[in-house]
């Protein structure tokens, strides 16, 4: 992320720039109904500043009389004037606003305000087309200028990590709000479409979905509790898949965007104790196809859009010297075709005769092994762009997964790798025969010999093959690792508003 971005952003001359992605449209909006007006009438909401810096989306002309609220991001006096510049997070562009020496009184970097006045074309050669003439200033909040963290100057990853109350201010960071508030919008319309049903699996769950044992355990603050809450040992879900194959068994294409919490002690700019995963299951799919090809429209559209969006050309105007990079990647995200689908066996393959021509890894590759972050980055490259690598060794992964057909030391799975992120989506065909799953619980120590009776705390989860049982899977992919990609940002730590790892929870 190039440093500017936590500096003070200059105000724009009219609407953002555009990049070569940009078709925003400048057609008329469609009739409102007689209902819908009526229930615009009846809501009255403070005016945005970003209804008036881009008058495609709904700005006003010149010489009209508007009033908005804010926050100061800067202010410059001139004698008898003063130039405001306002922010209000629906933009990453301040406003500016032309006050007078009593208005400007009292005002300060950080303090909210409310500004009446009137809306009209700035000077020529001024930055902005249009700024606001203030009739009436009223501070609403005082900002004391003297203890204020977020003044007008660089402020580091680590700084603002110890802020993470105030960190929602800097113009990147609300871009990323905005930025994961689109995606969420693009997802549940993508699905919709494809009629899939959006569930709620719980959070609090019996048993650890991964098998790895990195789970936080749910308990009780009473003091004089004895024995546990829930009677048995809870957790904070690793993952909601299990939950949403009960769901798949009722309604067959379900899907899902939650928080996930894993208990991994990694500081590394790739791990986080709580993050967001969209995860989907889909029955009667009998191969790996139908998830990668769904896989890849969803993030094709998502992309799309985004490239055409007032958000995502933000993105690019603040991303300075990475502008063409992040153009590249979502150039190169919403091309036609298939992307490079390769089998884990070749992968490795690939990789040791990196290691035949003088290629350097810290983790050797071999067959039987997971591939390590170096591993998968590396193969992203080498085929410049998205590789699907599909049916791992079957030791290495959980017990749900369905065996590859014809390769019973395999199964069939998949991992997404993105170029300078590594893994971003995982999936498998789920095992959905009784006796086949029992016998991999097993096999993985999830069941202890003679001990068949609960079977691991998951007998909910077996009974699902037990009656009218039907071939499935299922994907999960990390939002924040995607946001990472499409913004740059190398640190995951920086695309989270409240950010928690190993050793930190600061808010």
């Known amino acids: ?32 109904t007689d209902a819908t007006q009526q229930t615009r009438q009846s809501v009255h909401l403070p005016r945005t500043i970003a209804s ?44 500016q606003a032309i006050l007078s020496k009593s208005q400007a009184a009292g005002l300060s970097t950080g303090s909210s305000v409310r500004i009446a ?28 200028p003297t203890t204020y963290p977020l ?7 680590e700084y603002l990590r110890t802020l993470p109350h105030l960190r929602p201010k800097i113009p990147f960071n609300t871009a990323v709000l905005r930025l994961r508030s689109y ?8 699905f919709a479409k494809n ?18 044992g990195e789970v936080f355990t749910v308990s009780s603050n009473e003091k004089d509790s004895k024995g546990h809450f829930f009677k048995s040992p809870k957790y904070l879900t690793v993952s909601t898949q299990l939950h949403l194959e009960a769901l798949a068994a009722a309604v067959p294409r379900v899907w899902t965007l939650s928080p996930t919490f894993r208990a991994e002690k990694s500081d590394t700019h790739r791990h986080l104790s709580e993050f967001y995963m969209l995860e989907a299951e889909l029955s009667f799919v009998e191969t790996l196809d139908p998830l990668l090809d769904l896989i890849e429209d969803m993030i094709r559209q998502l992309v799309s859009g985004l490239a055409s969006s007032r958000v995502g050309n933000e993105i690019l105007s603040l991303s300075g010297d990475l502008k063409p990079q992040l153009e590249a990647r979502w150039e190169g995200l919403m091309q036609p075709g298939r992307w490079k689908r390769l089998a884990y066996s070749s992968a490795v393959e690939d990789l040791q005769a990196a290691v035949d021509k003088g290629e350097k890894f810290q983790f050797l590759p071999e067959w039987g092994a997971n591939l390590q972050s170096e591993h998968e980055k590396y193969l992203a490259g080498l085929y410049n762009g998205p590789v699907f690598v599909t049916d791992y060794p079957r030791e290495i992964k959980p017990f749900y997964m369905l065996p590859t057909p014809g390769d019973d030391r395999t199964v069939a799975c998949f991992d997404l790798l993105f170029p300078a992120v590594g893994e971003l989506i995982g999936g498998s065909l789920r095992e959905h025969r009784y006796e086949e799953l029992i016998r991999s619980m097993k096999s993985h120590g999830l069941i202890l010999a003679g001990d068949d009776s609960e079977h691991a705390g998951l007998s909910w989860y077996t009974d699902l093959r ?42």
């Open 1 to 32: 992320m190039p440093r500017h971005w936590h500096m003070i952003s200059r105000p724009a001359r009219g609407i953002v720039s555009r990049s070569r992605f940009s078709t925003l449209s400048s057609a008329a909006p469609p009739q409102a």
């Open 52 to 95: 008036l810096l881009h008058p495609a989306q709904g700005g006003q002309p010149d010489a009209e009389h508007v009033t908005i609220h804010g926050w100061i991001k800067s202010i410059r006096r001139m004698g008898r004037i003063s130039f405001a510049h306002i922010i209000d997070g629906t933009t990453s562009f301040p406003l």
């Open 117 to 144: 006045g009137t809306w009209k074309a700035s000077l020529a050669g001024t930055a902005q087309q249009s700024e606001l003439l203030a009739e009436d200033v009223s501070l609403l909040g005082e900002a004391d």
């Open 151 to 157: 003044q007008k100057k660089f402020q580091s990853y």
């Open 183 to 190: 995606i969420s919008q693009n997802l549940t319309s993508f």
């Open 195 to 212: 009629e899939f049903v959006q569930c709620y699996p719980p959070i609090i769950t019996s048993s650890d979905c991964e098998g790895a």
């Open 466 to 507: 037990k009656w009218g049982t039907a071939p499935h899977g299922g994907f999960g992919m990390g939002l924040d690792r995607l946001l990472c990609y499409l913004t740059g940002v190398e640190n995951i730590r920086e695309v989270v508003a409240f950010p928690r790892w190993v050793g930190r929870c600061d808010a």
